[in-house]
């Protein structure tokens, strides 16, 4: 798993990310394995994400799938601009990906949901993986 962190333009760190969240998110990626470990790659991004999406409610855990993101622009409001895959207890972003190769846009894709939206953590899954670690991203803003 590789992890991004945003710094501020002067370069300074972000405050580290809450214990809770932090809880929220280790539940999310053992949610994310067991998918993984039952279905394996080559499903449609779809599938991985109702899936994950259940495993999560499983658990107890408060689950927002396709969630429209708009942008503010010079007053006016595009309310179709975005679509977050899923949020997870109103606090970890995931954004599900089932690809052969993964392209830096998709890390800017996540950066961008996080700024828009105002969460700190994200998690950009590829379960078109072997090995589900090498498909696992996390990002900080």
């Not at 039952?38 to 499983?58: D, I, M, N, R, W």
């Not at 503010?72 to 409001?77: F, S």
């Amino acid at each position: 798993m590789t992890e991004v962190k945003g710094t501020y333009s002067k370069g300074k760190q972000f405050a580290p990310v809450p214990e809770e969240v932090e809880k929220v998110a280790k539940v999310t990626l053992d949610a994310a394995y067991k998918v993984h470990s039952q279905l394996g790659p080559g499903l449609l991004e779809s599938v991985y994400e109702t899936c994950l999406a259940h495993e999560l409610k499983q658990a107890g855990l408060d689950v927002q799938t396709q969630i429209a993101l708009p942008v503010l622009y010079d007053g006016i409001k595009i309310d179709t601009a975005y679509r977050i895959d899923m949020i997870v207890e109103n606090c970890v972003v995931v954004e599900i990906k089932a690809v052969d190769q993964m392209s830096p846009l998709f890390q800017a894709q996540l950066l961008t949901y996080l700024k828009l939206s105002g969460y700190r953590l994200g998690y950009l899954i590829n379960f078109n993986v072997p090995r589900l670690r090498n498909g696992i991203q996390r990002l900080i803003r």
